[in-house]
């Protein structure tokens, strides 16, 4: 019976059937901000869905020489592993009690999941560059998963616990000088973890013309577009959940509407970014996470540490 | 009518399969694809590869070599797909039709399924004919030509060619 109802909570609510309709939305938000910046209509409201749905209908090329089994499973390990991250993340936003000790670790490793999807999809591909793209992949996850392991140590150290759930209930660690540091660095990595504009050198379209998805056609590249969605949807969630624990938690309508509220700005921040930059070459976005993004982040566990 | 040509016609990725044209036609496709004319409005975005495209806007002729890519190009798109011949060339091959390295025009063996005349068309003519082959297709007056029976056009064209060359 526990079993069927953890089934049913992956599947549809706070799983995969939310996370990918509050994914999807997100995205058109994403979409219509930025054809608002460049001063035009921009598509119409349902237009993520079309894609999907699209997608669904065309037929799956798969690439001759290429690994078939991984081309074609690699799509769903980013899949499974963000819809585990919403669920659980969701899961202490509804029931601060009902998480377990640990469980931020486990979300860390979940979002890695679709970054590694991308990358062995795209070695398997067999195309050069698709590889060439999967590789950026690499050097770029290397680069900011270090910044933002630290960044993530903030409000742990703050809570003196690692369970979601004291995150949540404890005071909001933004409100101290190493939370506002850790804030930033976690913002600079979340755009590099999404792989939007000026960190999107793994697709990079003008160069690698679809870069590391460049193989896939059909169902499997819907299921990686509907990985970004919902990746773009959980990040700021995950960021609303570390930094403004206490004022999102507790009874009431008030906390709900101050988390949403925080989160729209997160993604204005994101599309902001992604509106008004260049993408950068890989070896600048490396010497930027390992330089100033990881001094700051080290700076502010430090702080964090001494009690500020 | 088909689910798949429903879903189709309002998500359409576009790749622009250049032939040796003159580059007029391409500026205007590039043109039409600016914020000016927006169409995203319609669910239509660029895309740089063939894997995702749905329509492919062809431009200018293909010599005998070229054509034998062009075709190879063409069976790597997943069905079901368009292909629009924008401006003069794919359909007569217009002031390339005597050069020295004029083979054929590319509607002898490329399934086109519209052409959009002009040299080149303005942006608001291949909006207008892109317009008119949505609504071709949503009331089934118009079937990809992918999908229709004589596909053994194509291979039996790429031989052809390939004799020639």
């Excluded at chain 1, 624990?245 to 989160?263: H, K, N, R, T």
């Excluded at chain 1, 993408?279 to 490396?286: N, P, T, Y």
Aim: charged residues 15%; contains cysteine.
């Amino acid at each position: 019976m526990k079993g069927n109802m953890v089934l049913l909570e992956f599947l549809l609510f706070p799983g995969l059937l939310f996370t990918a309709v509050a994914g999807l939305l997100t995205s058109w938000v994403d979409r219509k901000v930025t054809a608002l910046v460049q001063m035009r209509v921009g598509p119409p409201f349902l237009q993520p869905f079309h894609d999907i749905r699209k997608l669904l209908y065309k037929e799956t090329c798969v690439p001759e020489g290429g690994a078939i089994g991984l081309f074609l499973l690699a799509p769903l390990l980013g899949l499974a592993g963000v819809t585990l991250a919403s669920m659980i993340l969701w899961r202490t936003l509804l029931n601060a009690e009902a998480t377990f000790v640990g469980d931020l670790i486990v979300l860390v490793y979940l979002l890695v999941m679709p970054a590694l999807g991308v990358m062995l999809g795209s070695f398997a591909s067999r195309n050069p560059l698709a590889s060439l793209g999967g590789s950026r992949e690499v050097k770029l996850m290397i680069a900011y998963e270090l910044p933002l392991v630290l960044a993530i140590l903030v409000p742990v150290v703050h809570a003196n616990s690692i369970r979601l759930g004291d995150l949540l209930t404890g005071q909001a660690p933004v409100t101290s000088l190493s939370g506002v540091l850790a804030l930033l660095v976690c913002i600079s990595c979340m755009q590099a973890k999404l792989t939007i504009v000026p960190f999107d050198m793994p697709e990079a379209e003008t160069e690698l013309t679809g870069g590391a998805l460049i193989e896939y056609s059909g169902p499997p590249l819907a299921m990686f577009k509907l990985t970004r969605a919902m990746m773009l949807f959980t990040m700021p969630v995950l960021l609303v959940v570390l930094f403004f624990g206490g004022l999102v938690s507790g009874p009431g309508w008030w906390p709900a509407l101050i988390g949403f509220l925080l989160w729209f700005v997160l993604v204005a921040i994101t599309i902001v970014i992604r509106n008004t930059t260049p993408r950068v070459r890989i070896d600048q976005a490396v010497r930027f996470f390992w330089g100033p993004v990881s001094i700051v982040a080290a700076l502010a566990v430090t702080l964090a540490w001494l009690g500020f | 009518m088909n689910g798949a040509i429903n879903a189709l016609t309002r998500s359409l990725n576009v790749f622009h399969l250049g032939g040796s044209a003159c580059n007029n036609c391409d500026i205007e496709i590039l043109d039409a694809l600016t914020p000016r004319y927006d169409l995203e409005r319609f669910g239509i975005t660029l895309v740089g590869s063939i894997r995702h495209a749905d329509v492919l806007l062809v431009s200018g002729i293909f010599n005998r070599k070229a054509a034998i890519r062009a075709q190879e190009l063409l069976a790597q798109v997943p069905k079901p797909y368009l292909v629009l011949g924008i401006g003069g060339c794919p359909c007569t091959g217009l002031m390339f039709r005597d050069s020295y390295n004029w083979d054929r025009p590319p509607s002898d063996y490329m399934q086109i399924d519209a052409f959009v005349p002009g040299c080149p068309p303005k942006p608001e003519a291949i909006i207008s004919a892109v317009v008119k082959v949505v609504e071709g297709l949503r009331s089934g007056a118009l079937v990809p030509r992918c999908l229709q029976e004589s596909g053994g056009m194509v291979e039996k064209a790429a031989t052809e060619v390939a004799d020639t060359a």
